[in-house]
Structure formats: C-alpha cells, structure tokens
C-alpha cells in the first residue's frame, strides 16, 4: 500500500466514525449519550412522567453524560413524524415517547434505536411490541393502565345508588378505547348502564358533556386520556352545575376539577422509565428482553372543595384512606 493510499484510507475512517458519532456499547464517541424527548402534549401527568423520567437518570449519575433533546408535538400528528425523523437522523442514542401516538410515531421511524414509551395504556394492543411480556422489538417501557374495576367499585361506594355511568374520551385515543371497553365489561356485571360518547378535541368537550347530562347519567369516569385531560375545566363547567360528579383516572384530573381517583402516578412511571433508560444506555439490559412494567400501588386523592361543591358526604371508609386536595 502506497503512502498516499493509506492516508486516503485513513481520512475515510475517521470520516465514517465522525459521522456515526457511535460507539459499540451504543454511546457517542466521547463517552456521552444523546437522548431525544418526545412529548405529545404538554399538561400536568404527561409533564410530571418527563420530570420523573430525567430525575431517574440524574439520580443514576447519568445526567452529566446525557444531552436531552426535548420536543412537544402540541398534540399535531405532522409534529411527531417531523419529530420522528430527525431524532433518527441525529443518531439518538435512545428515546423516550410520552403518549401513545407518541410511541407510535417513533416506532414507525425507526427499528434500530431504543424506545422507551410511558404514559401509554397497552403496547401489545397499540401494536408497539409483540407482547407486553416479551416486547422482542426495539420498543419497551411502562403503562398508566389504571385499575379500572376499582374506579367502578369507588363511583359505586361513593353513589350507592347509581344507574348510569357516562364516560367521555378522544375517539383517536386506543389506551382511552381498552379503558371505557374494561369498565362497561366490569359495570355490565354491576348491573350499572353506561353511556359513552367520543371528542375529536378539546372544542368538542363541552358538547360531549351536555349529552351526558342530557341522558341523566350520576357520574362520569374520564379514563387517561390526553384530550380530555388537557381541558377538564371544560368538562366540569357543564357537569358541576349539574351536579353530576366526575371520577378521573389520576391525580391531575382531580386537580384539574375531578372530585376523586384511584390515582396513576406519572412522576413515579416517569422515574421507573428512567431507570429502564439507565440500564439499557449502560448495556445492562437490551431493551427486547424488557417486559412491559406497571404501576401497582394506587392513591385514593380527593378534592374537598369539590366535595362540598357537589354535597356529597364520602364514606368513612374512603375518608381514612384519603389523600385530599
């Protein structure tokens, strides 16, 4: 091999590793790591999953390594894949999607980088993995599945007396459809009737809540769904004149006017996904081999306002329980 083409080879070489910027235990080429964020929309449970989830790799001592590059879609589908594409083009090293169209976004980009999901009901059903137990893609993370049953039996303990249960969600949201489609299965046997209706967005909310009322139902249970979430305020406006108490899927439905819920916590799956992250950048785990992880302790959290609000007395039972807002 002559001079020149040995120098030639050379630059080729340190251009390849330039332009990968990877090593092979899938860091950068000076020991960091890159590290996309994507957010479908910014309210309270979805923000507190993304404080949770940097707080977990800081506390693994991981924080001075990472660059974060945080993006929020503002619930557009075009966001996402723009989001989507140039996360793959910049060569993450790994990628947390908040939400499932989130996940689904990234995951259609890309077969190759890691993806961690939280805030997302069902991965098997959101076609993001082969399995909940065995993901066997490059696709893993948490679900806020939330003990759907239990919100029933809570409505039930609550209003003794009910008849109907209304529920309300965005039509695009699949976790939303698992939900409602376990708790009409769970009420059915309750001998509880319920009424559904669907939004495209949030300015279709207030629609939706007077059909509800209009059909006379005793209380509404709003699932986690991001749409709705975003504009509970919307939602109570036309349900608490008429006395008709909403039951939320987490905490920040209950802050955002919900009298109660058998809470999802986001910062916690937030932080659990975190240290999922830290694993797999760390080449302790690969993300294939990581099993879908749930949260499976749950807070009773109440407003009292709304309580007095709405005149109603909460059994003894539910108040030693309590965590009141």
Known sequence: MNLKKGIALALTAAALMAFTG??????TS?????VGVVQLVEHPALDAANKGFVDALKEKGLADKITFDQQNAQADQSNLNSIAQ???SDRKNLILAIATPAAQSMANATHDIPILGTAITDYEAAKLVKSNEHPGGNVSGTSDMNPVEQQVDLILKVLPNAKTIGTIYSSSEVNSQIQVEKMKAYAATKGIKVEEVTVSNVNDIQQ???NLVSQHVDAIYVPTDNVVASAMSNLVAITDPAKIPVFGGEDNHVKGGAVMSLSVDYYKLGYQTGLMAAKILTGEA???DMPIEMQKEFKLVVSKDKLQKLG????EELMNKATMI
């Open 22 to 27: 990877c090593g092979s235990n899938g860091t």
């Open 30 to 34: 000076n020991g960091e790591y890159k």
């Open 86 to 88: 140039r996360f793959v």
């Open 208 to 210: 939706a809540a007077q």
């Open 286 to 288: 690969k993300i294939e």
């Open 312 to 315: 109603i007395t909460l059994p």
